[in-house]
Structure formats: C-alpha cells, structure tokens
C-alpha cells in the first residue's frame, strides 16, 4: 500500500499484516486520528506522517503501533509529526515493540509525539530524534557505524533518563582502530546509564558518558588469525605448520600463540606461531582438532581463534635383526642351533617367523 495523502479517520483502523508493506510517500501531511499498527514494513519517504488528537475530527487520537518484528523505516530525512488540540480526547504517540530505523539521509528524522520504546531504535544513517515525551525502559538503542566520520546518531531532547540496552554494529567490513572515538547519543542532560551493552565483539569498547554527549571508544582490536588448511602426516615423520596473524592496531601490538589442548608432543612457538609435532606409533591412527589462539598484549587483551585438522597415518615400520649373529662352527653330523632375536618397532603388527 503507497499512501500519499489523506486520514485515517477517528475510530478507523489500519494493519499492516507480516508480509505487507507501507510506503508513506506523500508531499504532504498523511494525518491519522485511528490507530495503525505495523506488523510488517513501514517505509517513509516523503511528507509528513502525523498523528491527531482533535475534537473535531470524531474525537480520536491517533496511535502507531509497531508490533514485534514490525520494522518503520525512515528511508530519507522526514518526520513523525503530532497535533493536539488539547481537548483531552486522547493523547497521540508511538508504542515500538518492534525495531524504528533510520537507514538513509545524512540530516535529521525526528519523531515528535510521544515514544515508547520496548523494542529497538536503530540509527544506521544520519540523526533520529526523540522530540517529545519519551520513554526508554526495556528498549535497546543501536547506532549502525560505517566509518569515523560516518555513523548513525540518536539525539534526545531535553533531560534523558537513560536505561535499557545501547548497541552497535559495523557496517560494510569496517573496521576502527584503537582510539576512535563516536559521539552517537546528545541529549541536554541526563540521568541513570545503559544496563546492558551489545557492542561488536571484535574490539573492546567503553562506553562514555558526559555531560550532553554519550559516546562509544575503542580501546583495544581483536588480532586476526589466518586459517590453515588440513593436514595429513605419518607417524615417526615430523609436521610443521605456520601460523600467520596481524594486529590491525597502529602500531600492531605484540602477539603471542598457544594451543588448547593439543596433542602430546605438538609444539608451538609463542613468538613465530610455527607448530612441530612428531607424532608416535600410538598416536595413529587419528584425526586431531588442533586449535591456535593468538593473543594481543593490549589493555584488555583480545585474542582470536582458529582450528583445523591433522590426519595421522599408520606408518609399517620393518622389524630389525641383529647386525652379526656371529660365525659359528659345527662338526659334520652334528646339529646346529642358531636363535634369531628380532625387533619389531611397528605396535599396530606383529612378527611372523
């Protein structure tokens, strides 16, 4: 359904269903005294979506509704407006149980009626702004980050109670360096802090709070670990594999290698990453999982994890036989008795005389 102008009217109702969509691209205001409720896509594009609260129009107020897995999308620098006359019909707003997004244009989307947010607000692009009454309690605000200078931001108005879960993500393989700094959240002061943090695993993060801005610093980057291919080796032979890791950090921080759990024997170099490994006859056959960890020596430190396998093969080891059983001497007639002893190194065998 395209909207471009017009009412929902006082007492009417509009659902977007799952799988529905509703594109809200008029050039001017698309006024709702009703109540919609999003369970599906709502896209807004251009003009104003407003909810109504006024006596002449039948006495409704409008209500949005963002339903679980419901996603509004703000796709260009526009708005969720709100009138109210003021005659105590209602009071307009916006329940999010849902995710509200804004995911286009560099400026400023604001919601000004009344938010609720139980779901999550999500600034991929630009600014979105909480104009009015808000409340974020149980909710989860996450900022989408494309590089330093690119990178979503939520801006409260007036005194923020903050509470709830703060996230981020990075987007389009970026990666930020140890230092960077992302002023993501303004308000014009505030009380309480985030109780949960959801921030991408890869780096350490510290999550700063002063007197108008809220920011999110890198204080350390994950080294990366390339991942080695299988292996094959036979028993009593020696295998060696190197381990190749960097530091994205400037200047790259020292790493160190180390293996869990490997098998007896297996070695690793803490500096080079290089493993040798002779494996023993009762090592065979087997398929070993060997796991590298690589760490950093940054504050805290972070580490990266790779695995794969060696396959070890059964080697036949020849037995052996004395070099010189000595030259012995016998009279005609007589019997002669000479004893081998032989020395079978191969445990998966034995010796058939």
């Not at 804004?102 to 938010?115: I, L």
């Not at 005194?159 to 303004?186: E, K």
């Not at 007197?211 to 610093?217: A, E, G, K, R």
């Amino acid at each position: 359904l395209t909207w471009i102008s017009g009412r929902i009217g006082a007492g009417s109702t509009l659902t977007v269903a799952t799988n529905g969509t509703l594109t809200a691209g008029g050039s001017g205001d698309m006024d709702f005294s009703g109540i919609l409720t999003n369970a599906g896509i709502m896209i807004l594009t251009n003009g104003v979506l407003r909810c109504i609260a006024y006596s002449a129009y039948g006495g409704g107020y409008g209500l949005l509704v963002n339903s679980p897995g419901g996603l509004i999308d703000f796709q260009a620098d526009v708005f969720i407006d709100t009138y109210n006359d003021g005659s105590g019909v209602g009071a307009p707003g916006l329940i999010n149980n849902g995710t509200v997004r804004k995911s286009s244009g560099s400026g400023t989307s604001s919601v000004n009626p009344p938010f609720f947010n139980l779901g999550t607000v999500d600034a991929r692009s630009g600014t979105l702004g909480l104009n009015g009454a808000y409340d974020l309690t149980g909710g989860t605000l996450t900022f989408g980050i494309r590089s330093l200078t690119n990178f979503g931001k939520i801006q409260l108005a007036g005194a923020a109670t903050l509470s709830g879960t703060v996230g981020a993500s990075l987007l389009n393989g970026y990666q930020p360096l140890t230092g960077d700094s992302f002023p993501v959240l303004t308000y014009g002061s505030r009380t309480g802090i985030f109780t949960n943090t959801v921030l991408p695993f890869a780096d350490a993060w510290l999550t700063n709070y002063d007197t108008t801005v809220f920011s999110l610093q890198v204080t350390n980057v994950r080294p990366t670990l390339l991942a080695n291919a299988s292996q094959v080796v036979k028993e009593l032979n020696t295998l060696q594999v190197t381990n190749v890791a960097t530091d994205p950090d400037v200047p790259p921080q020292s790493l160190s290698f180390s293996l869990v759990s490997p098998p007896g024997g297996m070695h690793i170099d803490a500096n080079s990453g290089i493993i040798t490994w002779t494996p023993a006859q009762n090592q065979s056959p087997a398929t070993n999982t060997i796991t590298v960890v690589v760490t950093d020596n940054g504050t805290p430190s972070l580490a990266a994890t790779n695995s794969f396998s060696v396959v070890v093969q059964e080697v036949n080891v020849a037995p052996s036989l004395p070099a010189n059983i000595g030259t012995r001497t016998v009279d005609e007639l007589s019997l002669l008795t000479v004893t081998n002893t032989a020395t079978n190194f191969n445990i998966h065998s034995s010796i058939i005389g």
